[in-house]
């Protein structure tokens, strides 16, 4: 590949990042996913050649440097979970994530309608503990009140599965103040500021010219479902670029560096860490437990005649590639056609 295709490449990646959050090593994890291999060097090269003043903005020594360290003994060992609820007000879209603590792997992220449904922690949860197969021996939480639910749960399913496990001595939920589960709030920043901010950007900035009709309860309903799939389409390729993620080195670090997040989870002997932490579950439980918890309405934005027909009125145009620089011109095309119809 020439350095004309690769620029022109970054800059049709750069499209989706107009707030100028993404550094050289985010712009080559995501080009790479894309099959475009370009080297850390060259990539700052072009990118300083562009905007000199956000590459310099986004150095390590003009950022807030954390003084305090974590540790955990290995994957599985504690999971972390938490509501982000910046996009909530402006779109009316939350979002819910679990986390592992050792690898930082992200384990699931999702948008949801109402990330303070009691109902949803315990869901998501369980989606999680399908995917591996089992639960973690302690899980990390806050305080919130839709979290009660989901202790009483984790709690006694560990009691069942992994009944040698004290709970005074090793507690199967931990609840502490939203801003101490480390964790979890660590990865919410860089996804608010390299992701989500630019969803909210695109988003407020392209209404106008949409004709978007704030009053309209169907431009409403329509709008949401539209920018929902797009919000939840980022998180989607987030959680495979978090996993291929490699994190620099820090000698000073309590959890392991030098490798990539999915590195850390799949092979933790290889980093100093404990393997088989895992508590597992038959996966005919999960399933029944699944089949009563896991409700379409948390995550679904509409009620289910709306979303039959948003999605057949999406599926009309083509099913266009749900990104937030096409967002309005989805919603748009989608009115349209609606309005055509009758």
Request: proline share 4%; aromatic share 8%; glycine share 6%.
């Amino acid at each position: 590949m020439t350095d004309i295709e690769k620029a022109l490449s970054v800059l049709e990646l750069r499209e989706n990042d107009p707030l100028n959050r993404w550094g050289c090593r985010k712009v080559k994890e995501k080009l790479r996913l894309d099959g475009v291999h370009v080297t850390r060097d060259w990539t700052m090269d072009f990118l300083r050649s562009e905007n000199v003043e956000a590459v310099a903005n986004r150095h390590p020594l003009t950022r807030k440097q954390h003084k305090h360290g974590l540790y955990s003994a290995g994957p599985n060992e504690e999971w972390c979970v938490d509501g982000h609820e910046k996009l909530l007000t402006s779109m009316g879209i939350g979002v819910y994530g679990i986390t592992d603590k050792f690898s930082r792997l992200e384990l699931g992220l999702w948008a949801t309608p109402n990330p303070r449904d009691q109902d949803l922690p315990v869901a998501m949860w369980l989606r999680v503990v399908k995917k591996l197969g089992g639960m973690s021996v302690t899980l990390t939480c806050d305080k919130g009140t839709e979290l009660g639910r989901l202790i009483t749960f984790a709690t006694r399913l560990r009691d069942t599965f992994q009944p040698c496990l004290d709970e005074q001595t090793v507690p199967t939920v931990v609840a502490t103040k939203s801003v101490k589960n480390i964790t979890r709030e660590r990865a919410w920043r860089p996804l608010w500021e390299n992701e989500l901010s630019n969803v909210a950007y695109e988003y407020k900035n392209g209404q106008i010219d949409a004709g978007y009709q704030p009053n309209d309860d169907f431009h409403q309903a329509i709008a949401r479902w539209t920018w929902a799939g797009i919000v939840q389409e980022r998180l989607d390729r987030l959680i495979e670029e978090n996993s291929y993620h490699k994190v620099r080195k820090q000698k000073d670090s309590l959890l392991p560096t030098g490798g990539r997040h999915i590195d850390f989870f799949s092979d933790p002997t290889r980093y100093n860490g404990v393997a088989g932490l895992l508590v597992p579950i038959p996966e005919a439980d999960i399933d029944r437990l699944l089949a009563e918890h896991d409700k379409v309405h948390l995550t679904r934005f509409g009620d289910e005649n709306q979303v039959i027909l948003f999605e057949d009125l999406y599926h009309s145009i083509g099913s266009p590639r749900l990104v937030a620089k096409d967002g309005w011109k989805i919603f748009s095309t989608m009115i349209e056609l609606y309005r055509s119809r009758f």
